[in-house]
């Protein structure tokens, strides 16, 4: 790929974009190999005409710990941060919305709102009006 971003598999891009792993400058197998670094598993990468596999071990599960609770994860708690903040204050802004999620969780910022409202929260949340002057609202349970 000689550097070339393309997405052949959207899904995993979507995982790894919610692990905070993607970055725009091509490092992402050279630091996928340096995390299992201190680990007997490695990362296996194979690659054929068509297809580029990874088969990432899970370093967790080997180690005998449990997984990130998804409902503890600052990522997956997002929505529903997200969701609350849209009960209280139907037809809020991004701009607002990341105000009053920041409170809770300095760490996220509008684009990960923005991201979460696009990929993940679709079937609860639409947008009603302008970019500019509309907002963000809950579906109604009749949608």
Do not use: C, W
């Not at 997956?76 to 990341?98: D, V």
Request: positive net charge; proline residues 6%; charged residues 25%.
């Amino acid at each position: 790929m000689n550097g070339v971003q393309t997405y052949r598999n959207p899904r995993l891009v979507h995982v790894f974009d919610k692990l905070g792993m993607i970055e725009n400058f091509g490092t992402g197998i050279p630091r996928t190999i340096e995390s299992y670094k201190n680990y007997d598993v490695k990362p296996e990468f194979k690659a054929t005409e068509n297809f580029f596999f990874v088969t990432l071990p899970n370093i967790n599960y080997l180690k005998n710990e449990s997984t990130t609770d998804p409902i503890t994860d600052p990522i997956t708690y997002l929505g529903l941060e997200i969701m609350k903040a849209l009960k209280l204050n139907p037809g809020i802004s991004t701009i607002k919305l990341t105000e009053l999620i920041q409170a809770n969780m300095p760490f996220v910022n509008r684009d990960m709102i923005k991201n979460e409202l696009k990929r993940n929260l679709t079937t609860y949340v639409e947008h009603r009006g302008s970019n500019k002057a509309g907002g963000y609202y809950l579906k109604s349970k009749n949608n």
